[in-house]
């Protein structure tokens, strides 16, 4: 028998797995599926099962009980549940009980055991499919079904306990097949399709639809023959016989159909078994006399006492009447017989013989015994009743799983759609700053070269104001050789100093890349500008020094340059000492010199260009009486 793993999760454990889990089982239990019998629907008419009396509410007690005759090791019970059609067009459960109990016992032990008990909170309906008891082999001749609180009747709204039927399996053989049924009520009066009897009569309201093997149609025998025609089949050897299904032939596929489902079946026929293949020494196993219409089913499951045959005869005895279709030709057929011997089927695949010659090529005999019928491969009645049950429960589980992972699938879809704004706005974000920071550093050198080119006015514009001074001088003095040579040394020198200046801030306008290399740029300046004066200057740091952003190299430069020019201009020193040294934290630029002295306050020029460096600056007297004017910059990890 197949057994496949069910799982029953919670919504809550659902939620706890990955997605790749979710889809994983949802994979899993679409392959199970196509593995399952399906839900074939029987129509037409026939039995229908047991139905209690109704009553007004739902907490109504009634039960239903079985005697099996012996005991036996009990391994499952299937409950069958009554099934209706809602005006959906679907089909679901009817009657079938919300708190009820399997309850096992023997001849000496009436009270019996509680196998099982389950409640609404079980979430046994709804559902269609058998509900499956296992019972653990425990030792019984009898099971009652006690119902404790009943569920709606659909057509009138009153509670009643209905079910179609109940198998009792002790291994493969259902032990409660055509025993004596009893229950605490019998609506059997108004309709005669309910009876207790029938819960234990093998019919039931299912189709077998197996996912596997290939279609074979029913063999029906050619009309016009003797109207008391037999089948023999040869099992082989001879084996100990007790049940015989016999598979009718299948309803039509059209709506409404032709027959009611007894097409083939005879008014009268007799099982006969036989060691012997002329039947010389036949014995009846059973008559197959069908009374009415509930006396038929899609599997006519018939019992009868262990006997040891090898070859078996169906024998007509009285041919079906044919008034009721029409006056045509009776006809035998089947879609399939089995023969069971401790449990399995050994008619499969064996030699089928008749009393007639005629035969139909479309409807062979072997078709009798191959297994098969219109949906594929006949399953064992336990097997196909576990699938079905197997199934009810992966439909149950596949809508939950398909619910959470349309959750996930929507969610992020919605993360989706927010990491795309995000990356649009990021996006946008990042073309926005590279525009800001363009134009911020277009700003940088538009306002550096402005101040270049200022000082470069004021620079010259004092440089040729004096030089006009010493022009003025030198004509005064023209009949005054030696302050005539005096001025006009005093004139080249501040032409040459001038031109200098020119030079450099010309080349500092034009440059593409502003002071890429500080040091070389520092020592270039001071030795221009302090060409006539003992200067000296050291670097420490210099790989800190590289890493700093342009604006902040040229705004050093600058303070460094306007430093060089003020103690130039008055401080009237000698000697100029420079000491720069940077590391990851900060950056300190210190020039002393021997000079007079800071008279007031730090010139506005150095104040300004350090508050656009963003440093600290300070000034304080040397020790030879001059000026040390010290700037310290905090340095950032990437620089500043």
Same mark, same amino acid.
């Given at each position: 028998?197949?057994?496949?793993?069910?799982?029953?999760?919670?919504?809550?454990?659902?939620?706890?797995?990955?997605?790749?889990?979710?889809?994983?089982?949802?994979?899993?239990?679409?392959?199970?599926?196509?593995?399952?019998?399906?839900?074939?629907?029987?129509?037409?008419?026939?039995?229908?099962?047991?139905?209690?009396?109704?009553?007004?509410?739902?907490?109504?007690?009634?039960?239903?009980?079985?005697?099996?005759?012996?005991?036996?090791?009990?391994?499952?019970?299937?409950?069958?549940?009554?099934?209706?059609?809602?005006?959906?067009?679907?089909?679901?459960?009817?009657?079938?009980?919300?708190?009820?109990?399997?309850?096992?016992?023997?001849?000496?032990?009436?009270?019996?055991?509680?196998?099982?008990?389950?409640?609404?909170?079980?979430?046994?309906?709804?559902?269609?499919?058998?509900?499956?008891?296992?019972?653990?082999?425990?030792?019984?001749?009898?099971?009652?079904?006690?119902?404790?609180?009943?569920?709606?009747?659909?057509?009138?709204?009153?509670?009643?306990?209905?079910?179609?039927?109940?198998?009792?399996?002790?291994?493969?053989?259902?032990?409660?097949?055509?025993?004596?049924?009893?229950?605490?009520?019998?609506?059997?009066?108004?309709?005669?399709?309910?009876?207790?009897?029938?819960?234990?009569?093998?019919?039931?309201?299912?189709?077998?639809?197996?996912?596997?093997? =290939?279609? +074979?149609?029913?063999?029906?025998?050619? $009309?016009?023959? #003797?109207?008391? @025609?037999?089948?023999?089949? %040869?099992? !082989?050897?001879?084996?100990?016989?007790?049940?015989?299904?016999?598979?009718?032939?299948?309803?039509?596929?059209?709506?409404?159909?032709?027959?009611?489902?007894?097409?083939?079946?005879?008014?009268?026929?007799?099982?006969?078994?036989? =060691?012997? +293949?002329?039947?010389?020494?036949?014995? $009846?196993?059973? #008559?197959?006399? @069908?009374?009415?219409?509930? %006396?038929? !089913?899609?599997?006519?499951?018939?019992?009868?006492?262990?006997?040891?045959?090898?070859?078996?005869?169906?024998?007509?005895?009285?041919?079906?009447?044919?008034?009721?279709?029409?006056?045509?030709?009776?006809?035998?057929?089947?879609?399939?017989?089995?023969?069971?011997?401790?449990?399995?089927?050994?008619?499969?695949?064996? @030699?089928?013989?008749?009393?007639?010659?005629?035969?139909?090529?479309?409807?062979?005999?072997?078709?009798?015994?191959?297994?098969?019928?219109?949906?594929?491969?006949?399953?064992?009645?336990?097997?196909?009743?576990?699938?079905?049950?197997?199934?009810?429960?992966?439909?149950?589980?596949?809508?939950?799983?398909?619910?959470?992972?349309?959750?996930?699938?929507?969610?992020?879809?919605?993360?989706?759609?927010?990491?795309?704004?995000?990356?649009?706005?990021?996006?946008?974000?990042?073309?926005?700053?590279?525009?800001?920071?363009?134009?911020?550093?277009?700003?940088?050198?538009?306002?550096?070269?402005?101040?270049?080119?200022?000082?470069?006015?004021?620079?010259?514009?004092?440089?040729?104001?004096?030089?006009?001074?010493?022009?003025?001088?030198?004509?005064?003095?023209?009949?005054?050789?030696?302050?005539?040579?005096?001025?006009?040394?005093?004139?080249?020198?501040?032409?040459?100093?001038?031109?200098?200046?020119?030079?450099?801030?010309?080349?500092?306008?034009?440059?593409?890349?502003?002071?890429?290399?500080?040091?070389?740029?520092?020592?270039?300046?001071?030795?221009?500008?302090?060409?006539?004066?003992?200067?000296?200057?050291?670097?420490?740091?210099?790989?800190?020094?590289?890493?700093?952003?342009?604006?902040?190299?040229?705004?050093?430069?600058?303070?460094?340059?306007?430093?060089?020019?003020?103690?130039?201009?008055?401080?009237?020193?000698?000697?100029?000492?420079?000491?720069?040294?940077?590391?990851?934290?900060?950056?300190?630029?210190?020039?002393?010199?021997?000079?007079?002295?800071?008279?007031?306050?730090?010139?506005?020029?150095?104040?300004?260009?350090?508050?656009?460096?963003?440093?600290?600056?300070?000034?304080?007297?040397?020790?030879?009486?001059?000026?040390?004017?010290?700037?310290?910059?905090?340095?950032?990890?990437?620089?500043?």
């Amino acid at each position: 028998m197949t057994v496949l793993l069910v799982d029953t999760a919670t919504a809550d454990s659902l939620k706890n797995r990955s997605l790749s889990g979710l889809e994983q089982r949802l994979l899993e239990i679409d392959t199970h599926l196509s593995q399952l019998a399906n839900y074939g629907l029987g129509t037409g008419i026939g039995a229908i099962g047991y139905r209690s009396t109704a009553h007004e509410t739902d907490n109504h007690s009634e039960w239903i009980e079985i005697d099996f005759g012996k005991i036996v090791p009990l391994n499952e019970v299937m409950l069958v549940p009554a099934i209706r059609r809602d005006t959906g067009s679907r089909f679901q459960a009817d009657g079938f009980p919300l708190h009820f109990r399997l309850v096992a016992g023997t001849d000496e032990e009436r009270e019996g055991q509680v196998v099982a008990e389950y409640t609404d909170m079980d979430k046994v309906l709804p559902r269609i499919a058998p509900f499956a008891i296992p019972c653990g082999g425990i030792l019984a001749s009898w099971i009652r079904i006690e119902a404790e609180q009943l569920s709606l009747r659909a057509f009138d709204d009153l509670y009643v306990f209905q079910l179609s039927e109940i198998l009792a399996f002790s291994s493969e053989a259902n032990v409660a097949l055509h025993k004596p049924a009893k229950a605490s009520s019998n609506m059997n009066i108004e309709n005669p399709g309910w009876d207790a009897r029938y819960v234990v009569d093998g019919f039931m309201p299912y189709l077998m639809d197996a996912a596997e093997g =290939n279609q +074979s149609v029913a063999y029906l025998s050619p $009309p016009d023959i #003797d109207p008391t @025609p037999s089948l023999m089949i %040869d099992l !082989g050897q001879s084996f100990p016989l007790s049940r015989v299904h016999l598979h009718v032939v299948d309803q039509s596929d059209t709506l409404p159909q032709a027959f009611l489902g007894d097409f083939g079946i005879p008014k009268h026929m007799r099982i006969e078994g036989a =060691n012997s +293949s002329d039947f010389s020494d036949a014995k $009846p196993l059973l #008559d197959l006399r @069908p009374e009415t219409i509930y %006396d038929m !089913g899609p599997i006519m499951m018939l019992a009868f006492p262990e006997t040891t045959v090898r070859y078996l005869r169906f024998k007509v005895l009285e041919p079906t009447p044919t008034a009721l279709y029409g006056g045509i030709a009776p006809r035998m057929g089947f879609a399939e017989i089995e023969v069971f011997s401790k449990g399995r089927n050994i008619a499969l695949n064996k @030699p089928v013989s008749t009393s007639f010659k005629l035969s139909a090529p479309d409807r062979p005999l072997s078709n009798l015994t191959d297994g098969l019928n219109i949906y594929g491969s006949i399953l064992p009645i336990r097997e196909w009743l576990t699938q079905l049950a197997t199934r009810h429960e992966f439909e149950a589980e596949r809508p939950r799983i398909s619910e959470e992972l349309n959750q996930r699938y929507t969610r992020q879809k919605k993360n989706l759609t927010r990491m795309s704004w995000l990356a649009v706005l990021l996006a946008s974000g990042t073309i926005i700053t590279m525009l800001v920071d363009r134009i911020i550093r277009q700003r940088a050198i538009y306002r550096t070269r402005e101040r270049i080119a200022a000082d470069l006015h004021d620079e010259l514009g004092a440089n040729i104001h004096a030089i006009g001074l010493l022009g003025d001088l030198a004509q005064a003095a023209k009949n005054s050789p030696e302050k005539i040579d005096k001025l006009l040394q005093r004139m080249r020198a501040l032409t040459e100093r001038t031109g200098a200046a020119a030079r450099h801030c010309t080349n500092l306008l034009e440059a593409q890349g502003l002071y890429e290399d500080l040091v070389e740029d520092m020592r270039r300046t001071s030795a221009r500008i302090m060409a006539d004066l003992d200067h000296t200057i050291s670097f420490d740091g210099e790989e800190v020094l590289k890493r700093l952003k342009p604006r902040k190299r040229i705004d050093l430069f600058l303070f460094y340059k306007e430093c060089l020019i003020n103690v130039l201009r008055h401080s009237g020193a000698t000697r100029v000492t420079t000491q720069l040294t940077a590391n990851s934290k900060e950056l300190d630029l210190t020039i002393t010199d021997n000079g007079h002295g800071l008279i007031g306050e730090i010139p506005s020029s150095l104040k300004r260009r350090a508050r656009l460096l963003g440093a600290q600056m300070s000034s304080e007297k040397s020790e030879t009486g001059g000026t040390r004017i010290c700037l310290s910059l905090k340095l950032k990890k990437f620089g500043v």
